[in-house]
């Protein structure tokens, strides 16, 4: 399993992004993924995640109704797309993969490196 999440840069307050976490190795149709960020000096929390089922998707109250996460099996590639991005949002975000399906960072198993992104004017 590999993941190698990609899209991250710096970006004005205000602002969007569309990360993209590239998948391998696996059926991507087999897996839920799961956004997780690190900002500097925090813990890893959970961002969005997306069940491998129907789709069903979860967001965290910090980003609800500003980012929305997409997946496309054929392209084996799950998005997260980030509006209204706030330095608050500044982190290094992650995506990561399980045949569980869950909003907590213990529930995943495989996890790709990080992208950073940076909100600031």
């Known amino acids: 399993v590999q993941l190698q999440a990609s899209g991250g840069g710096l970006v004005q307050p205000g602002g969007s992004l569309r990360l993209s976490c590239a998948t391998s190795g696996f059926s991507l149709d087999d897996y839920n993924i799961g956004w997780f960020r690190q900002a500097p000096g925090k813990k890893r929390e959970g961002v969005s995640c997306?069940?491998?089922?129907?789709?069903?998707?979860f967001d965290a109250d910090s980003v609800k109704g500003r980012f929305a996460i997409s997946r496309d099996n054929t392209k084996k590639t799950v998005y997260l797309q980030m509006n209204s991005l706030q330095p608050e949002d500044t982190a290094v975000y992650y995506c990561?993969?399980?045949?569980?399906?869950?909003?907590?960072?213990?529930?995943?198993?495989?996890w790709g490196q990080g992208t950073q992104v940076t909100v600031s004017s």
């Open positions: 990561a993969a399980d045949e569980k399906f869950g909003t907590t960072e213990s529930t995943y198993g495989d």
């Open positions: 997306i069940s491998r089922a129907d789709g069903t998707a």
